[in-house]
């Protein structure tokens, strides 16, 4: 028997509807979850797979003005027709190929590259060139005019890192070409930002003005690996230091002020030791790992994922998320962290307030 339906009421919803109107009382679970129901799903790319497809690619399609970048975009399969690794955060893998040069352009939106392996290839950043090797973080903020050359005949892939999502979220996308030759192909071992920035803990009385944005054109991993040996070492002598037992981390700051070294993303490094484990959390930011060395077991709202050197991991927001190293494990993630930070809306499953007792509302 069906129920009787008010002709009123009947008549009230077709009238929303015809002035582009709904009634909050349909709809507040999705407007207002519990917690969050990301779109995105946890998911894996094996890095032997991009890579090969990387060198199809290269040999395939060439590299030059509209295109811009070989680049090949981690798409979640929860945000189908999406180049998106998450709802706020780009991840691509780019091949530049032999004596190749990709073109000088600029854009609003954020930029690094990580580089799992290979040398040989210069990004050319404001006019600056700078050498990217193995383990390296450049930097690319937004509107600085960049391009890349490989004067080798070696060909180099590594894994690119942008809010595009979030800067198409909030309609803020800008792009401009820049010359059409890359002026500077020079190749020094050191890039001018490093020398006059790149001294631990130093900064020249020229540039006391905090800056949004890092300076610091390129974070090497001899630095980065140093910093994570020592934490472990500390640990061993009984020191405090480590994030969790047998689990060294640090992150890429802004040698002016300290925060990020991007405004909207954070990187960061890890290292966890064979057989510890990253214990069970669950925050509001999401993020994307790369296996720089090691193998280990992501386990995603309970599902597990092998991981092995180069595989990325998206982990949307408020994912379970625990890690299991086999062997020693060495992982980069970047995030939306700086983002969900100023906005006030960071929460984590030990700050959670729907899970501890308040006053009544």
Do not use: C
């Not at 408020?318 to 006030?344: C, K, N, Q, S």
């Amino acid at each position: 028997m069906t129920a009787e339906i008010d002709p009123q009421l009947a008549q009230l919803y077709k009238d929303f509807d015809a002035y582009g109107l709904l009634p909050l009382w349909t709809q507040r679970e999705d407007l207002m979850p519990a917690v969050p129901q990301p779109a995105a799903v946890p998911y894996r790319w094996r890095w032997k797979e991009i890579h090969d497809l990387a060198v199809r690619a290269g040999d395939l399609v060439p590299v030059g003005r509209g295109g811009e970048r070989r680049a090949i975009s981690l798409a979640n399969p929860g945000l189908p027709g999406l180049p998106h690794a998450t709802p706020t955060l780009w991840a691509a893998v780019q091949y530049l190929g032999p004596n190749e040069v990709a073109p000088v352009h600029r854009h609003a939106q954020n930029a690094f590259r990580f580089v799992l392996e290979g040398d040989g290839v210069w990004t050319v950043v404001n006019g600056d060139s700078v050498a990217m090797r193995r383990g390296d973080l450049l930097l690319t903020p937004g509107w600085a005019w960049h391009g890349h050359h490989n004067p080798t005949d070696r060909p180099m892939a590594w894994l690119d890192g942008l809010d595009i999502p979030l800067s198409s979220a909030l309609n803020t996308e800008f792009f401009q070409f820049g010359p059409a030759t890359l002026d500077d192909r020079s190749t020094p071992e050191r890039s001018r930002a490093e020398r006059l920035w790149g001294q631990p803990g130093l900064r020249p009385v020229s540039a006391l003005t905090d800056l949004p944005k890092s300076p610091l054109a390129a974070y090497r991993w001899e630095h980065t690996d140093a910093a994570l040996t020592a934490q472990l070492e500390l640990e061993d002598e009984g020191h405090e230091g480590v994030a969790s037992p047998g689990h060294a981390a640090i992150r890429f700051t802004n040698p002016t002020t300290g925060d990020d070294a991007l405004p909207t993303i954070r990187t960061e490094m890890h290292r966890i030791r064979a057989g510890a484990v990253v214990p069970e959390s669950r925050e509001s930011a999401s993020s994307v790992w790369q296996v720089f060395e090691g193998d280990g077991v992501f386990l995603l709202n309970g599902e597990r994922l092998e991981v092995g050197r180069g595989d990325v991991v998206t982990v949307p927001s408020w994912t379970e998320v625990r890690i299991e190293a086999r062997g020693d494990l060495d992982l980069f993630r970047f995030g939306d962290h700086p983002v969900m930070e100023r906005l006030h809306l960071y929460l984590t499953d030990r700050t959670n307030p729907a899970t501890t007792e308040g006053p009544l509302r």
